[in-house]
């Protein structure tokens, strides 16, 4: 008789399987041979050389069980599927080889009229322990909801081959140990799902949940952060996702008149990534202005916006505060270079991004919104203003100063930012805003232009306007500014366009000329503002 052995291959060794391609095998793929050299691969597919013909006499029965892990490997890599190798890549039970090798030997002898030898040799190094599992009937029904009694319990067990001790013993736990083929078994959870799917959940009663649903709460600030990227995204920017974790000399870029960074308003970290990238971001615009640069590599063009936490070290505390903020950068030709504009279009300038941050407030429907001169450091004199809301700061809009945008190696153009904090954005954000109903009544237009001092602000002339003419005023927008003789030195000239309109009728000449008459009064007293005929 053949002694058959079973082996890891040789590296670079060969064989002809069944399906009559030569093969070539490594080291981690396993052989059976029978002293001659090889005549299967364990798991997959046997020989050429060990086919059975119509000339076949004497047949050797040879059943197994390998591991699964490497039956997959051997079959990805030769790319040989076969019937056995889908079956043992499942994990069959080793106990099974056996049984499976002597009801071969019968059915060769029933239906082939062979005889069998009754000899034969198994090799089980490390059978397999059974598993035992105890089962407390409390849990049958904490996971089922239903009351069983325990020799239905062990009724449906033993029905599917599993061994149950303990049924008589009340106050103890049911003793079960799994057949070896079912090897999916494992926790008292999994008995469970046994005796419920033998039970039939169809016989399982209707109840109701014993108690009352938890209130549906909002995530409103999850929410708030969607909407804002809803908005910007609508207004043509992209978001972008910079890292965390910034250099310190970064940060000091942003103060172009060369103040200081101090150091420990920062987090820092123990085991940075590396060198450059040491502590923990406080803002989002030197991260963004740095994605700027390198996208002006390749386009022209940048509107880029990110949402995204800071880190603000907490005395006494080992872990930092983590505001949101918002931040949005546009830089390059305001339009795409066309034949139809003719000329290069102009570029970026304070009043793109301020459009950009009056949509995204008008989208959040926040009210008492007022502008004021900015003075942040790294925004270009002049050409900034803060956001507030109701008196609190929301952040700062402007075109960033040119020392700043040269410090991050940005070409000579103009460059303008919005920092805007989140927070304090999404409290003031109206999501529950009724809708109002619109006058069928014919709207009164009027331009009037005031001559104020140098210093007056525009948005300080508009409010007052609107304030002294509510509720007959709607809309108040500046349209035209003029500096010149005519407005006299140390003035100038804001014209504004009004529109008055009531709910309940058509206004007539002179309750339109009441109110003119009470904003001019109120804009000379406060303002010193004269009325330019």
């Known amino acids: 008789m053949p002694l058959i052995r079973v082996r890891p291959a040789h590296d670079g060794e060969k064989m002809r399987t069944l399906d009559g391609v030569e093969r070539t095998f490594d080291g981690r793929m396993l052989l059976i041979t029978d002293g001659g050299g090889p005549v299967g691969l ?243 615009l030197a991260e963004a202005l740095n994605t700027v640069r390198n996208n002006l590599r390749f386009t022209r063009r940048v509107t880029v916006f990110e949402l995204g936490a800071v880190f603000h070290p907490q005395a006494g505390s080992l872990l930092p505060d983590e505001p949101l903020r918002l931040c949005a950068l546009l830089t390059g030709p305001r339009e795409p270079a066309s034949w139809l504009a003719g000329a290069e279009p102009p570029g970026f300038d304070f009043y793109d991004v301020k459009g950009v941050a009056e949509a995204l407030l008008a989208g959040l429907e926040v009210e008492q919104v007022t502008w004021e001169p900015g003075d942040e450091e790294a925004y270009h004199p002049g050409r900034s203003a803060r956001v507030l809301a109701g008196g609190e700061l929301l952040g700062t809009v402007g075109e960033l100063h040119p020392r700043v945008a040269a410090a991050f190696d940005l070409p000579p153009q103009p460059v303008c930012a919005l920092e805007l904090d989140a927070g304090a954005l999404l409290r003031h954000w109206r999501d529950d805003r009724q809708m109002e109903a619109l006058s069928s009544h014919p709207p009164i237009y009027e331009d009037l232009a005031f001559v104020v001092a140098e210093d007056v602000p525009a948005e300080q002339v508009r409010a007052l306007i609107a304030q002294t003419g509510r509720p007959l005023v709607r809309e108040v927008a500046l349209f035209d500014l003029y500096r010149g003789e005519q407005a006299g030195p140390g003035r100038k000239s804001l014209a504004y366009a009004l529109t008055y309109q009531a709910d309940d009728r058509t206004l007539t000449d002179g309750e339109v000329a009441k109110v003119r008459g009470r904003i001019v009064k109120r804009l000379k007293k406060e303002l010193d503002a004269e009325l330019r005929g």
């Open 42 to 284: 364990g798991g997959v597919m046997g020989g050429l050389n060990s086919e059975i013909t119509g000339d076949t006499t004497s047949v050797l029965l040879e059943s197994a069980n390998f591991d699964f892990l490497n039956t997959r490997r051997t079959s990805q890599l030769l790319k040989l599927r076969s019937e056995a190798s889908d079956r043992f890549g499942k994990r069959l039970d080793p106990g099974l080889a056996l049984t499976a090798n002597l009801r071969c030997a019968f059915l060769i002898a029933e239906l082939c009229g062979g005889s069998v030898r009754p000899q034969y040799a198994d090799l089980f190094p490390r059978p397999r322990e059974p598993t035992t599992i105890d089962l407390e009937p409390d849990f049958v029904e904490r996971l089922l909801g239903i009351r069983m009694e325990r020799g239905e319990m062990a009724r449906i067990l033993e029905a599917l081959e599993f061994t149950v001790t303990g049924t008589a013993e009340e106050g103890v736990p049911l003793r079960v140990t799994a057949p070896s083929h079912r090897m999916d078994i494992s926790i008292p959870a999994d008995l469970v799902e046994e005796i419920g799917r033998i039970h039939g959940y169809d016989r399982m009663p209707h109840t109701l949940i014993g108690d009352e649903m938890p209130p549906q709460k909002r995530n409103r600030p999850l929410d708030g952060a969607e909407r804002i990227r809803d908005l910007l995204t609508g207004s043509g920017l992209d978001e972008i996702i910079t890292y965390s974790m910034i250099s310190l000399s970064d940060e000091a870029k942003l103060h172009p008149e060369g103040g200081a960074v101090d150091e420990a308003a920062y987090l820092a970290l123990q085991n940075p990534l590396s060198a450059e990238k040491t502590h923990l971001r406080r803002r989002l």
